[in-house]
């Protein structure tokens, strides 16, 4: 599965978009994105999760380039509630069972 | 429908003791997962599983073992307890096909060994 990068932390103004990039250059053809998110001391949460398209759910939006080497998460109206670890995930869709490679992630906070 | 849970939420162990951590899920889902996380990092994958009575390692299975011996229950066992172990320790469960990388978690189980 192809490596991510993102930056460690990013603060965010209440109400207004949270946008997180992940860089992964070397993405092969048939590897979607994934985003999970981490609020303090809870389990992950799957965001959303996309190819090539555009993705649009009820908690974010996922734009990714066209060449698909990076990608960015869109929480269009954060809350303090958005504040937490957000990981960006590379991997095939295949018959593995699913498994995931969490690295660090960035860590959101949204301020008031 | 409880999703994930994960029995006990904190334990205290002393190095060389054994414990068994449990997980159930009610989805019906083929998939479980075990994962630790260290303070300040990402979770790692310990072991799955992709079915009932089979299991596979992940990234740090070493020190761990593990029995899916009902679909809806993933056992982690611990044999000998280092201090190396204390850790949260995380379930997770998938179904099969598209969407299996979606996964749904529990809230976690906290592990101390002294």
């Known amino acids: 599965d192809a490596k991510t990068t993102q930056p460690p932390s990013m603060d965010c103004a209440e109400g207004r978009a949270a946008n997180l990039p992940c860089n992964h250059s070397?993405?092969?053809?048939?590897?979607?994105v994934y985003w999970y998110r981490q609020i303090h001391s809870q389990g992950p949460q799957y965001i959303i999760h996309?190819?090539?398209n555009n993705e649009t759910n009820e908690m974010a939006s996922l734009i990714i380039t066209e060449d698909r080497k990076s990608s960015t998460l869109i929480l269009p109206h954060a809350t303090l509630r958005d504040t937490a670890v957000y990981y960006c995930i590379v991997r095939v869709r295949d018959n593995q069972g699913g498994k995931l490679i969490f690295g660090q992630g960035t860590e959101l906070s949204v301020k008031p | 429908n409880a999703g994930v849970t994960q029995t006990p939420k904190f334990r205290v162990l002393k190095t060389g003791q054994s414990m068994t951590l449990l997980c159930a899920q009610d989805m019906n889902h083929e998939y479980m997962y075990w994962y630790r996380q260290d303070p300040g990092m990402g979770l790692r994958l310990i072991h799955y599983s992709v079915g009932e009575g089979t299991t596979a390692k992940g990234e740090v299975p070493d020190g761990y073992n593990v029995s899916r011996l009902k679909k809806q229950n993933f056992l982690l066992g611990l044999e000998s307890a280092a201090p190396s172990q204390t850790s949260v320790y995380f379930c997770?469960?998938?179904?099969?096909?598209?969407?299996?990388?979606?996964?749904?978690f529990g809230p976690g189980t906290r592990l101390l060994v002294l």
């Open positions: 996309g190819l090539k």
């Open positions: 070397t993405i092969s053809g048939n590897e979607y």
């Open positions: 997770a469960s998938s179904s099969r096909g598209t969407g299996q990388e979606t996964q749904y």
